[in-house]
């Protein structure tokens, strides 16, 4: 189906959307194996819903690494921002888990990259105290010294968000 207008979105029938919807479905849930079958079968790795998820970002946030692999195993893209600047990394980070967090950076995910406020997944990892992730993403090379659009460091944001760990622990691995 080509669209005559490429300027307007591509008008879809009731059983397509059906379709879209349900792989939706599929990936916060965790249906590792009919995703596995879906890609298999040119299912596109990067498809992104109408606020810019993608399948990666969603398995990311809803912590599902078997549907993480599957998607990096098959092109999806581990730094395919949503519409507010979000990675797969840095929802990861959020949601504390450290098994997508390593999946993410072992299949190329940017330590490093941030959204449009600035903000690293080591930043969001800090201000949530999510201290493993820490650690995590500094043993693959993050950069404890970046900033925000605010000008704050990691240590500087889990300060602010009152953080009861991450702050002591990057002031002493920023000593050395």
């Known amino acids: 189906m080509q669209n ?3 300027s307007q979105p591509l008008a879809l029938d009731e059983e397509t959307i059906a379709f879209v919807q349900r792989i939706f479905q599929y990936t916060r849930a965790g249906y590792a194996d009919e995703l596995a079958s879906l ?7 990067n498809l992104r819903n109408e606020k810019g998820d993608s399948l990666l970002m969603l398995t990311c946030y809803h912590g599902h690494a078997d549907v993480a692999e599957q998607l990096l195993m098959h ?6 921002a949503n519409d507010r600047g ?5 929802g990861a980070a959020f949601k504390r888990d450290a098994a997508i967090v390593r999946l993410l950076l072992e299949h190329g995910a940017n330590v490093n990259s941030s959204g449009p406020d600035g903000r690293t997944a080591l930043m969001v990892a800090a201000m949530f105290n999510r201290t493993g992730i820490v650690e995590l993403r ?14 704050l460091t990691a240590e ?3 300060r602010k968000m009152e953080a009861p760990d991450t ?7 920023a000593q050395g």
């Open 156 to 158: 500087e944001a889990a």
């Open 138 to 151: 500094l043993a693959h090379g993050a950069d404890i010294d970046a900033r925000d659009a605010q000008g």
């Open 4 to 6: 005559e207008d490429p």
């Open 39 to 45: 890609l298999k079968q040119g299912l596109p790795p």
């Open 75 to 80: 092109g999806g893209d581990p730094e395919l």
């Open 167 to 173: 702050p002591e622990q990057l002031a002493r691995l």
């Open 86 to 90: 979000q990675t797969p990394l840095a």
